[in-house]
């Protein structure tokens, strides 16, 4: 009987707070049946994108000289029959080869006899659009040229014959397979992920819903009596309230989760075309001008950092720490992320131990150590404890997020004029001046050896070039030989410039806090300007601009750009999150609370199951698909488990 007062008055005790628990229990169980919902989704959903596309694959073709199963990934197979009297060469050209020259791509012989053709098998590209050219040998006469967009695995005709008149050439080009459709995997991933995001949304109308509220509130009531009942003295918090503490944010405060949906988002991108993208072209960086969807997740994350980091030196000056503190702090973990970029992620360990003859120095996380440091320091020059003081009437307010910090805009603006003297006016050798082009093929052949211009000559003089990326994107369509490295020394400046932007966005963040209309305003004129800055820039074109749009450059062009689609991305964001709490943020917002975390375990774990195993078809882009969506989604649930446990990985 005194046993039994005592659980009595324990529940008596704990039945406001099983009250109040009782709301945000639901939330929880909504939480975990959105990721369980979520996991069981990509399973079925890597099973369609496995199953359905091969099912779609015509059946091999035959031909005595080559067969469609030993074709690869963005291949087609086209069959040149001759019947001229003189050797035929062929040659392409990729429509994505700017000012580049025709390469060789075989030779056809002439006819055994009148009527009677030879017929050769080549096997061409399917990624862009080619331009085939046919001349007559040993003459080097051009006889014909076909542009056409060949298909994957598709099986193509071309007849070279005389007419009527035997001065007159006729090329014909007949699909004789019809290629596979290589796009279904994507619409079928997309497909299978809207409908996971429509079943997550109808989880929580049904969470929301009383009836559902009231029937996990008694369920938590019987665990609680259950509980006590089989304890003599129980915990000191209730098995409720521990799963509401789980749950909650990891840093108390005005967090804004739209700043960690954005740098998730950013993230989770970059480790799905850094596992391959499914090896389609567009879920890679782009060979040399122009973007893919690869070019902006790196400055996007670069730009958010940013952001974060006005809003931390606002804080920590809050809070009374001392500058010169917060400067070792940001040189410590500057140089943190740059040894861990050096040393975990850049080498190949299965390739044998560590050769610092080989070691490359830039990379991601280099980048980003130096980038860090350089605009953490500024801010720290020129941020105010105080911004509640400023006085509103005064002319200067309405852009004060921007006068305040003259002095750090104007080291900045130095060091753009850096960028353009170095690129433009630096003497490179064998090289024109200010030359931004690929090298290689491109150019029409006249500066194989220049890759990069400025950009590459300095990393080269200054690294060395076995200290640099080997095998540059450039070698895809314009086969340069050089080394390049994206990651180097003279594009570090163009993405201080791109942190600096972001920055800024957090000055507008913490001058109008609360103020959404007036947040939301100025984000929109800053990508309005950044906007008009780029189309100048570019003559908005891919290759014609003064400054063209180049990853591998940072090009200024490139960090306008990707800035204006930074200030966009976050106002949407901030709108949904932040603003009307349409959205949670989830699942992206779970990789942005742990984003060096999760950045450097897709690195370091990605060629262990279950990211990465052995393909039945290595040369299907539903299979890499498949495998880089798999490989994608453990990562974000890795980090929603890592979130509910309150494991974070701070430097």
């Known amino acids: 009987m005194e046993r039994s007062a005592k659980i009595k008055k324990k529940q008596k005790h704990r039945e406001g707070e099983r009250r109040e628990a009782g709301e945000k229990l639901p939330k929880m169980a909504q939480s975990t049946g959105e990721m369980g919902l979520y996991l069981s989704a990509v399973i079925v959903l890597m099973c369609a994108i496995r199953i359905v596309p091969l099912s779609a694959v015509p059946p091999p073709f035959s031909h005595p000289h080559r067969k469609s199963s030993a074709l690869k990934m963005d291949e087609a197979i086209l069959t040149v029959s001759n019947e001229l009297q003189s050797d035929m060469v062929v040659s392409w050209l990729s429509d994505h080869c700017y000012q580049c020259l025709f390469q060789p791509l075989g030779v056809v012989p002439a006819g055994p006899k009148p009527g009677q053709p030879s017929v050769v098998d080549l096997t061409v590209g399917t990624q862009h659009p080619i331009t085939l050219q046919l001349n007559s040998s040993p003459v080097n006469l051009e006889q014909c040229r076909l542009h056409f967009h060949f298909g994957e695995h598709g099986k193509y005709s071309l007849w070279v014959k005389n007419l009527n008149n035997p001065s ?150 809050r809070r009374g720490a001392f500058r010169s503190h917060l ?62 003081n400023l006085p509103a009437d005064s002319w200067w307010y309405p852009v004060c997020d921007f006068l305040l910090y003259w002095p750090a805009w104007l080291c900045v603006i130095i060091l753009e004029v850096l960028w353009l003297c170095l690129t433009f006016l630096l003497p490179v050798p064998a090289c024109p001046d200010g030359y931004l082009g690929p090298g290689g093929i491109g150019d029409f052949g006249q500066y194989p050896n220049c890759t990069g211009g400025a950009a590459g000559f300095i990393d080269r003089w200054l690294l060395g070039e076995s200290h ?114 349409w959205w949670s943020g989830a699942p992206f917002f779970y990789p942005g609370m742990n984003s060096i975390l999760v950045y450097v375990g897709h690195e370091v774990f990605e060629n262990y199951f279950p990211f990465h195993w052995r393909m039945a078809n290595s040369q299907s882009h539903a299979e890499h698909l498949a495998q880089n969506l798999v490989a994608t989604s453990v990562w974000v649930l890795i980090s929603y488990i890592l979130y509910r446990k309150q494991i974070f990985w701070k430097i």
């Open 168 to 317: 007159e050439v006729n090329c014909s080009l007949v699909t004789e397979t019809e290629p596979v459709n290589n796009y279904l995997p994507i619409l079928f991933a997309f497909l299978g992920y809207t409908g996971l995001f429509i079943l997550a949304a109808i989880a929580n109308t049904i969470m929301g819903l009383e009836v559902v509220k009231n029937h996990f509130l008694r369920w938590g009531t019987v665990m609680e009596t259950d509980r006590l009942i089989n304890s003599e003295l129980g915990p000191s918090n209730s098995l409720v309230e521990a799963s509401v503490e789980a749950i909650m944010p990891a840093t108390a405060g005005r967090r804004l989760r739209s700043l960690d949906t954005f740098r998730g988002l950013s993230l989770v991108i970059m480790i799905f075309v850094n596992y391959g993208g499914g090896r389609y072209w567009f879920f890679r960086h782009e060979s040399w001008n122009g973007l893919t969807i690869a070019d902006l997740v790196f400055p996007w994350f670069v730009f958010i950092m940013g952001t974060s980091i006005a809003l931390s030196v606002n804080g920590s000056l």
């Open 327 to 388: 400067l070792g702090r940001c040189l410590w973990r500057s140089t943190q992320l740059f040894l861990i970029g050096v040393f975990i992620i850049n080498p190949n360990y299965c390739q044998g131990p560590l050769s610092w003859d080989t070691l490359r120095i830039p990379g991601v996380l280099q980048r980003l150590a130096f980038t860090y440091l350089v605009v953490a320091s500024l801010d720290l020059l020129v941020a105010r404890v105080r911004l509640d």
């Open 468 to 581: 640099i990326y080997q095998t540059p994107s450039s070698r895809v369509i314009y086969q340069t030989t050089v080394p390049y490295d994206p990651e180097g020394v003279l594009g570090s400046i163009n993405s201080i410039l791109m942190a600096f932007l972001g920055l800024q966005a957090g000055k507008i963040l913490l001058h109008y806090r609360d103020l959404h209309n007036k947040i939301i305003s100025r984000f929109l004129i800053w990508g309005l300007i950044l906007g008009v800055l780029s189309a100048v820039l570019t003559k908005c074109s891919r290759d014609h601009g003064f400054i063209p749009i180049n990853k591998n450059l940072w090009s200024l062009s490139y960090v306008s750009t990707l800035s204006c689609f930074a200030f966009i991305v976050l106002f949407l964001v901030y709108y949904l999150v932040d603003v009307k709490r």
